[in-house]
């Protein structure tokens, strides 16, 4: 099949778009989609798909004064140039919460570390900072900027708030968020007992301050126990304590997530590849959110994953930063967007695995796009309708996951406008070729007996490098190669590890 395809391509001609597809063989299995007139859509968020950056590492990842990364930049417009807008982008996570506003410091932004630790216990900025945000990034670029609550000490937030207001373009900023992960506040950061009662009033008496100086809203939560943990710690918990009401104003209520961890031996050996792409596994890990996301709808305010990723404690080489990642990560926002959830915010530092790209060299490795970042440009090209509806449409195969979007809210009888199909099959790359095992599925009839096809793929589920979307290849921060829109009829093959954007031909 995959021999197939590459003899299609050696023969497109230079303005050619679209090429037949190595559409199934009728006589082997066919899943067939058939027609749920009931299956509920829910809308989906455009910018659903977003990143987090550590904050301490957003220098190396937007460069300096006059100085952008190139790569980055890059990056960040090719999602913009599909989408009218890229990621958007929160600078977070323990860092922020180490972090201070310095007028007179000379460097853009100053780390201090620690031996053996990837995030830096001290972290000032000065005013170029701001600058960097309004100028090293794309013309739409939005941050949720974080602010530090772990130091105890509101004239940090308010000195940090005072100096974005002055410097930061207003449309730069979508809204701040103050303090990371408090509900996993040390001794250190907060005196015993530290409660979701305490917490509540003193954002409520903080937000009171920092609200006089801005007229953007506040990120709450950023929460990091998982919701069958976190016993009254919980955004459920802080509605019912009236935060959201209470301060000037709620812009989003968010949660933080690693569904598997290396912080320690026993989390580390649970760690597989396997396990991450295992869709059934992930339908499950996310129905414990379901009273988090339900407090955030019942509050008004959109519930964000408002910092997340695959291993927690920075990823692990060869799980964090494969094909396979890639294709979680779209299932977790297309099923997140199906449960509710109005932002995924994948996390990245320039040491960590997970991150969809290492913007410098580091540590010997020169800097990398992982396949991750596919997943933004799959993403940014399914979403291009005005008002995109999502269902998750059933099917038996447990390796597939199958997604319907609409535009608008669809009535009973209305056909899905894009057919989302993932094979979450694990494949090594090794085995890769003609051997690959691949699903035929028919979408005649979703979509009619001419359809177009768009794929995500690359070597296999553990490959790191050599991933392509519509035909071209990333790696260099451009699209490089002819961008390839297949032509196919009613039934769509798709290989393991591999991702399809179905459409009316
Ligand atoms: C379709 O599959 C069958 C069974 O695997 C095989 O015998 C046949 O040659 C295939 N036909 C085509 C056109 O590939
Ligand atoms: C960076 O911060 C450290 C620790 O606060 C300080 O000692 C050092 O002088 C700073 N460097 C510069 C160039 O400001
Ligand atoms: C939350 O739980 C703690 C410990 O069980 C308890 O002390 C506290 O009163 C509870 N807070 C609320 C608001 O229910
Ligand atoms: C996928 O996860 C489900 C739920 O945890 C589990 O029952 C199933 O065995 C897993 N599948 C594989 C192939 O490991």
């Not at 779209?330 to 997140?336: C, E, I, K, S």
Request: hydrophobic fraction near 40%; glycine fraction near 8%.
């Amino acid at each position: 099949m995959m021999h197939l395809i590459q003899a299609f391509l050696l023969f497109i001609l230079p303005e050619a778009l679209c090429v037949p597809s190595s559409s199934g063989n009728s006589s082997e299995n066919v899943i067939r989609l058939t027609y749920q007139g009931d299956s509920p859509a829910r809308p989906i968020a455009k910018d659903i798909a977003a990143l987090s950056i550590e904050f301490c590492y957003i220098a190396d990842y937007l460069g300096d004064i006059g100085h952008p990364n190139s790569l980055s930049l890059a990056l960040l417009q090719n999602i913009e140039d599909i989408a009218d807008a890229p990621p958007v982008i929160r600078i977070g996570g323990h860092t922020q919460d180490t972090a201070s506003f310095c007028a007179d410091c000379l460097q853009t932004l100053n780390n201090t570390f620690a031996p053996g630790n990837d995030e830096a216990i001290a972290v000032n900025f000065n005013k170029g900072l701001f600058t960097v945000l309004n100028d090293n990034v794309p013309s739409r670029q939005e941050f949720i900027f974080g602010l530090n609550f772990a130091s105890n000490d509101v004239a940090i937030p308010l000195a940090e708030v005072e100096a974005a207001e002055k410097y930061m373009h207003p449309c730069r900023l979508r809204a701040y968020e103050l303090g990371n992960e408090p509900d996993f506040y040390g001794s250190s950061q907060r005196p015993r007992p530290w409660t979701v009662d305490q917490y509540v009033a003193e954002q409520e008496q903080w937000i009171g301050q920092l609200e006089l100086k801005t007229r953007k809203g506040f990120s709450i939560g950023a929460l990091a126990q998982l919701p069958v943990w976190q016993g009254n710690f919980s955004l459920a918990e802080i509605v019912d304590l009236g935060l959201p009401r209470k301060i000037d104003y709620a812009a989003s209520l968010s949660d933080h997530t690693y569904p598997y961890s290396r912080c320690d031996p026993v989390r580390e050996a649970q760690v597989s590849l396997s396990g991450l792409m295992n869709h059934t596994a992930l339908v499950q890990y996310f129905s414990q959110w379901a009273p988090e996301i339900k407090a955030a709808n019942d509050a008004g305010v959109p519930f964000l994953m408002g910092e997340t990723g695959s291993v927690s404690c920075h990823g692990v080489q060869g799980v964090s930063n494969t094909l396979g990642a890639a294709l979680w990560e779209l299932d977790y926002m297309l099923h997140g967007a199906s449960i509710g959830m109005s932002g995924v915010y994948f996390h990245m530092g320039t040491p960590f695995y997970y991150s969809m790209w290492q913007p410098v060299p580091h540590n010997g490795t020169p800097a990398t796009v992982y396949p991750t970042y596919y997943s933004l440009l799959f993403m940014a090209t399914v979403l291009t309708l005005n008002d995109p509806q999502i269902a998750s449409i059933p099917v038996t195969d447990p390796n597939l996951a199958v997604y319907a979007l609409y535009e608008g809210s669809p009535s009973v009888t209305a056909r899905p406008e894009r057919i989302i199909i993932l094979n979450m099959g694990v494949l090594e790359s090794n085995l890769g070729g003609p051997i690959a095992p691949a699903t035929s599925i028919d979408v005649s009839q979703l979509l009619g007996d001419r359809t177009k096809i768009t794929r995500l793929s690359g070597p296999g589920s553990d490959a790191t490098s050599g991933a392509t979307f519509a035909g071209q290849n990333y790696d260099s921060g451009r699209p490089s190669g002819k961008k390839v829109v297949e032509k196919a009829e009613g039934i769509v093959t798709v290989r393991s590890s591999e991702a399809v954007i179905v459409e009316k031909g």
